[in-house]
């Protein structure tokens, strides 16, 4: 991966929004959530690249680290970022991958086709083109999805960053199942105003505690995510006993 790339081309783009998405995703009904941060997640063969680019100043280290494990043993780690440099981040090409692409993230099959986008955070994936707070989403959302299906060729050959994008669907996908079991939809412009601060209190909880994640569903299609890609690509994660 060439860190130093970059994925959509939108200057100066931040003037019509107030910088939301480098902002910290201030929301009024979450308690807990602060927006002094955010929190970023690199998988480590991306982290390995951002330290190797020389990271960004005052980012230096992860401030945590997590390993999970699949059925077969394989390992991946998910490094965590905290970013509070409200879109000042220097230099600002080493910003993580989440940040380059935002405000959208491929649907890709195993193979490395892509086959749709979705929000590119989780707290951006209750929102419709309408009601999404960036103006990119709003206006230029065909331009930025031309610009991704062009500029992804290259690291979309690699089954290390088609397993992250492919987790990050699934967990997206959760989160929004989740909350529909709950509300009966997602999308916060279909939520009754005096459900409205039920219905992100439920997303602050879900994130937090990590509720829409915790079950056998979830790690199954995590698992399945990697059988297939490596099915196709050959085992691509060290195994650890
Ligand atoms: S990507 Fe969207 S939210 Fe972020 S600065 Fe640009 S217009 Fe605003
Ligand atoms: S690293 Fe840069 S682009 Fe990413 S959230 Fe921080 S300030 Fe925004």
């Known amino acids: 991966m060439n860190y130093k790339q970059e994925y959509i081309y939108s200057p100066k783009c931040y003037e019509s929004c107030g910088g939301y998405c480098c902002a910290g995703f201030t929301n009024q009904h979450f308690k807990l959530i602060r927006s002094n941060f955010i929190a970023l997640p690199l998988f480590d063969i991306e ?4 330290l ?26 998910i490094h965590w970022l905290h970013c509070d440099k ?10 993580p991958l989440i940040c380059k692409l935002y405000p959208i993230l491929p649907k890709v099959n195993a193979k490395g086709e892509i086959i749709g986008f979705f929000n590119g955070t989780i707290f951006d994936i209750f929102f419709t083109d ?8 709003k206006e230029q959302r065909k331009n930025i ?14 089954p290390n960053y088609i397993f992250i994008f492919k987790v990050a669907q699934i967990v997206v996908e959760h989160l929004q199942n989740y909350i529909k079991a709950k509300f009966g939809t997602y999308i ?3 939520i009754p105003s005096n459900k409205v601060a039920e219905f992100w209190s439920q997303i602050e909880m879900a994130m937090v ?7 056998d569903k ?22 650890e006993v």
């Open 209 to 215: 505690l990590r509720r829409a994640w915790n079950s």
């Open 188 to 190: 916060i412009d279909e």
């Open 218 to 239: 979830f790690i199954s299609d995590i698992n399945r995510a990697y059988e297939e890609i490596a099915k196709i690509w050959g085992e691509f994660l060290q195994v």
């Open 52 to 77: 190797k680019a020389g990271a960004i100043d005052g980012m230096e280290m992860a401030k945590k680290s997590e390993k999970f494990k699949l059925k077969g043993g394989q390992t991946f780690t």
């Open 47 to 50: 982290y390995q690249e951002y």
């Open 145 to 158: 999805e031309d610009m991704l299906k062009a500029n992804l060729k290259e690291l979309l050959k690699n």
């Open 86 to 95: 409200k879109g000042l981040c220097n230099p600002h090409q080493n910003r």
């Open 130 to 137: 309408f009601s999404h707070p960036c103006t990119l989403i």
